[in-house]
């Protein structure tokens, strides 16, 4: 193994993934948005293909964070939902709105509130 290369890989992951993630419990949340919707690493569970994810970076409360979720597949998911609201304003980054989270760990359901 070259130790070097992998310590820059390493380095460069974690640089990716400066942050917290984000896991929200029910509630409202006004966020901002800090970059555009970026492709995150696949979910991977033993035995299924590979789930595409997609990330955004917000702050909320003044803590820089980062939203993983699928790549849904329609305009209800919250994929679809921020993907109309970055076409309604042309884009996401330095945009704010409100998430509105209701439920718990897989009946958690996002909307969101321009």
Not at 3 to 15: D, F, G, H, P, S
Not at 51 to 75: A, N, Y
Not at 80 to 90: D, S
Not at 100 to 108: L, Q, R
Request: glycine share 8%; aromatic share 8%; net charge neutral.
């Amino acid at each position: 193994m070259d130790y070097q290369t992998e310590l820059k890989r390493l380095e460069e992951n974690e640089a990716a993934n400066a942050g917290e993630f984000w896991k929200p419990k029910a509630g409202q949340y006004r966020v901002k948005a800090l970059s555009e919707l970026e492709e995150g690493k696949p979910y991977v569970e033993e035995g299924k293909e590979p789930q595409e994810r997609m990330q955004i970076k917000l702050t909320i409360d003044d803590s820089e964070v980062i939203w993983t979720m699928p790549k849904g597949v329609t305009p209800a998911s919250v994929y679809g939902q921020l993907v109309k609201l970055a076409a309604q304003r042309g884009k996401l980054k330095d945009e704010q709105f409100t998430v509105v989270v209701t439920g718990s760990d897989k009946t958690k359901r996002f909307t969101i509130v321009i």
